[in-house]
């Protein structure tokens, strides 16, 4: 059994520039390679203008890791990897469209319905949801069709009502009542963050042949770093700038929105998140080395400036 003195001393010295320095390219790379230009021109413009517009491909990035910590190939994730991605940019499209946060910018760059406007930005999310889960289904070799099914039906959950809709929906109609309770805002934050992450993470698992005792602890883990990595967002949208950020700054107080500083202050909110870090760390304390890229990764969302 490791001890926490140990487990602090390996992760601190996995490399995880190193790592970021390998994997981000080739996530790039597998994106640009899933969504090729085509016919019709604009929607396909639409859909890679957002897909290859940067951001930290920290999705993707835990599903290769994930399927790795048990024991995969991350080869075999990739095509998850990449649907996670497209997911996640759908989501992000069309929470920028004026019917819902109304955003100009996203990832440094003009929001979608900016530049092709809202119809064709309607259009490249729903493009994108769409052929991720064909891309799912058609690119992932090497996997038995079980698994492939049952990852693909662990991530349409993530994605539905019980899902990201639900979590994005409820936050819709929370705005401007700052006053929600602890509860609300921890449903809408686990269902509008928390499940991609957790599918990002259990997908990359159930690919690798994962035991349901690992899935169960990754589950957790994965639980874990999504409230952090939201307690985080929230404390950026106070803290950071909008260059830092590549988005406008400031939102959440602007829109009324009940955060996790508001509730619990800035200094509390930080604690809050660097104690959900440390246990999904020691959650996977017994899947030894092979654990030390997501252990690393979920310091990275607590450490991260944007
Ligand atoms: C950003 O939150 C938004 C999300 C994380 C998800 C939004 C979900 C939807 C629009 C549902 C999409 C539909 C499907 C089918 C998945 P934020 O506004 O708090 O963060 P921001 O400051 O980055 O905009
Ligand atoms: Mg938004």
Same mark, same amino acid.
């Given at each position: 059994m490791t001890s926490n003195q140990d487990l602090i001393s390996t992760i601190a010295a996995f490399d995880l520039k190193a790592y970021l320095a390998d994997r981000q390219p080739k996530v790039e790379a597998a994106l640009d390679a899933a969504i090729r230009p085509g016919y019709p021109d604009t929607i396909y413009a639409a859909m890679r203008y957002s897909l290859l517009a /940067?951001?930290?491909r920290l999705r993707p990035i835990l599903c290769l890791a994930s399927c790795e910590a048990v024991g995969g190939n991350p080869d075999v994730a990739m095509p998850m990897a990449c649907a996670l991605e497209m997911i996640h940019t759908m989501s992000l499209i069309h929470d920028d469209l004026p019917a819902m946060d109304? %955003? %100009?910018?996203r990832r440094g760059k003009l929001t979608n319905h900016k530049v092709y406007g809202e119809d064709i930005a309607i259009l490249a999310g729903d493009g994108l949801l769409a052929y991720a889960f064909e891309y799912i289904a058609t690119h992932?070799? /090497?996997?038995s069709a079980d698994r492939v099914l049952r990852a693909i039906a662990h991530l349409a959950r993530a994605v539905g009502a019980d899902g990201l809709v639900g979590g994005q929906v409820v936050d819709l109609e929370s705005e401007?009542?700052? @006053?929600?309770s602890i509860e609300t805002l921890m449903y809408i934050h686990n269902h509008k963050t928390g499940a991609l992450f957790k599918s990002s993470v259990v997908g990359g698992a159930i690919l690798a042949g994962a035991t349901e005792l690992e899935i169960e602890k990754l589950t957790k883990f994965a639980h874990n770093i999504g409230l952090a990595f939201q307690i985080i967002d929230d404390i950026l949208d106070i803290t950071a700038t909008q260059a830092e950020l590549g988005k406008t700054a400031g939102k959440d107080l602007q829109a009324q929105k009940a955060t996790y500083p508001k509730l619990w202050g800035l200094e509390e909110s930080r604690h809050q998140a660097d104690k959900l870090v440390a246990e999904a760390k020691t959650i996977l304390a @017994?899947?030894?080395?092979?654990a030390r890229p997501l252990q690393a990764l979920a310091d990275y969302i607590t450490d991260r400036k944007n």
């Amino acid at each position: 059994m490791t001890s926490n003195q140990d487990l602090i001393s390996t992760i601190a010295a996995f490399d995880l520039k190193a790592y970021l320095a390998d994997r981000q390219p080739k996530v790039e790379a597998a994106l640009d390679a899933a969504i090729r230009p085509g016919y019709p021109d604009t929607i396909y413009a639409a859909m890679r203008y957002s897909l290859l517009a /940067g951001g930290k491909r920290l999705r993707p990035i835990l599903c290769l890791a994930s399927c790795e910590a048990v024991g995969g190939n991350p080869d075999v994730a990739m095509p998850m990897a990449c649907a996670l991605e497209m997911i996640h940019t759908m989501s992000l499209i069309h929470d920028d469209l004026p019917a819902m946060d109304n %955003d %100009d910018y996203r990832r440094g760059k003009l929001t979608n319905h900016k530049v092709y406007g809202e119809d064709i930005a309607i259009l490249a999310g729903d493009g994108l949801l769409a052929y991720a889960f064909e891309y799912i289904a058609t690119h992932t070799h /090497g996997v038995s069709a079980d698994r492939v099914l049952r990852a693909i039906a662990h991530l349409a959950r993530a994605v539905g009502a019980d899902g990201l809709v639900g979590g994005q929906v409820v936050d819709l109609e929370s705005e401007g009542n700052a @006053e929600i309770s602890i509860e609300t805002l921890m449903y809408i934050h686990n269902h509008k963050t928390g499940a991609l992450f957790k599918s990002s993470v259990v997908g990359g698992a159930i690919l690798a042949g994962a035991t349901e005792l690992e899935i169960e602890k990754l589950t957790k883990f994965a639980h874990n770093i999504g409230l952090a990595f939201q307690i985080i967002d929230d404390i950026l949208d106070i803290t950071a700038t909008q260059a830092e950020l590549g988005k406008t700054a400031g939102k959440d107080l602007q829109a009324q929105k009940a955060t996790y500083p508001k509730l619990w202050g800035l200094e509390e909110s930080r604690h809050q998140a660097d104690k959900l870090v440390a246990e999904a760390k020691t959650i996977l304390a @017994e899947f030894g080395d092979r654990a030390r890229p997501l252990q690393a990764l979920a310091d990275y969302i607590t450490d991260r400036k944007n």
